[in-house]
């Protein structure tokens, strides 16, 4: 039994006593426990999907689309140019 049924059990027992403040307090215990409730359904479906997306993450590969490079940022265009520029200078 959950925490819920739990409370609506002993509401139904208050209501019996006739007594409308500790009503009152149960009634409000429920729909406390209720909001509650619905933060954790929200936080485990957002837990779910960062999961997903880190395992998605996780799949990726980078392809070197040049070949094999010394470093990811200059591409084999940008040390040819270098070279020629260099050669220019030293004429």
Do not use: C, Y
Not at 38 to 62: I, S, Y
């Amino acid at each position: 039994m959950g925490a819920v049924e739990n409370i609506k059990e002993v509401a139904d027992l208050v209501k019996k006593f006739n007594d409308i403040e500790l009503n009152r307090r149960i009634l409000k215990l429920e729909e406390e426990v209720l909001d509650l409730t619905r933060d954790k359904r929200r936080a485990d479906d957002k837990v779910e999907e960062l999961q997903r997306a880190l395992t998605f993450k996780g799949e990726l590969k980078f392809k070197d689309p040049i070949g094999s490079m010394a470093t990811p940022h200059r591409t084999v265009r940008d040390v040819g140019m270098r070279r020629e520029w260099r050669s220019t200078l030293s004429r």
